[in-house]
């Protein structure tokens, strides 16, 4: 039986060298049983400031830590690393990249869902998890499920959010089977996981709050400007401005 594996990390930053010091996932084997791995792991990298404020991990809270690699949680991850598994995450690859410099190379399919609620939600102001615990009233649930697992809710703390996220997923599930009916919704959210994402309204720049459509009907040199000149435009925008041009 396919096993889900619902998970976040904490880091010491956001940047190159950056490492993993808490890794927290849950492993949901049928709907009753569930299995929570959560623990904090030293880095040879210090933890940024700015990360710290973030999830108030602290030097002192890793002292006497293992490495990522040698904790029970990374080496149960690596046993759960295989094709007919998948892997939850919202943002995945952010944590994947993390993951990927403790040496894990994921097998499993991957459901990002970030990248699914930007399908499914696509007219909402944002699609943080935090953003989505509220406007959906997850904080109601949560403790509840908390207490039954065993965990303490914090916001950017790795197993917390792992706890929202499961109850997200299950909602962004329902949301699923609902715009695609007929199909299986969690082979859904993979195949939306690796679908580019049509961009249809500026978010930022001088065309703000404009569709991309209309911009390209006005001033598509600008918007050919941009796929020469701005290298940090990501790979949905660089689709969504090609998409709109080529139509």
């Known amino acids: 039986m396919a096993k889900y594996i619902i998970l976040d990390t904490e880091t010491t930053g956001t940047d190159e060298a950056d490492r993993v010091i808490q890794l927290g996932y849950m492993v949901v084997l049928g709907a009753k049983e569930t299995e929570v791995h959560n623990e904090f792991c030293s880095a040879d990298v210090p933890i940024n400031f700015a990360a710290m404020e973030v999830h108030g991990i602290t030097p002192e809270m890793l002292d006497g830590k293992p490495k990522c690699t040698e904790t029970t949680a990374y080496k149960r991850l690596l046993e759960l690393n295989t094709p007919e598994n998948y892997m939850i995450i919202h943002n995945a690859p952010f944590d994947l990249k993390m993951l990927e410099k403790e040496g894990f190379d994921v097998q499993m399919k991957v459901i990002d869902t970030l990248r699914v609620t930007k399908h499914i939600f696509e007219e909402e102001d944002a699609h943080r998890l935090q ?117």
């Open 131 to 247: 953003y989505f615990r509220y406007k959906m009233e997850l904080y109601k649930e949560e403790q509840k499920e908390a207490d039954a697992l065993g965990i303490e809710v914090k916001a950017h703390d790795a197993i917390g959010d792992v706890l929202v996220l499961k109850l997200f997923l299950s909602r962004l599930r329902k949301a699923v089977e609902a715009k695609f009916p007929g199909e299986n919704p969690v082979e859904k959210m993979v195949d939306l996981t690796n679908t580019p994402i049509l961009v249809k309204t500026f978010r930022f720049g001088k065309y703000r709050g404009k569709s991309l459509e209309e911009v390209a009907h006005e001033d598509a040199g600008y918007l050919r400007w941009m796929l020469g000149n701005m290298e940090n435009l990501d790979d949905d925008m660089r689709y969504s401005i090609n998409y709109y041009l080529e139509s």
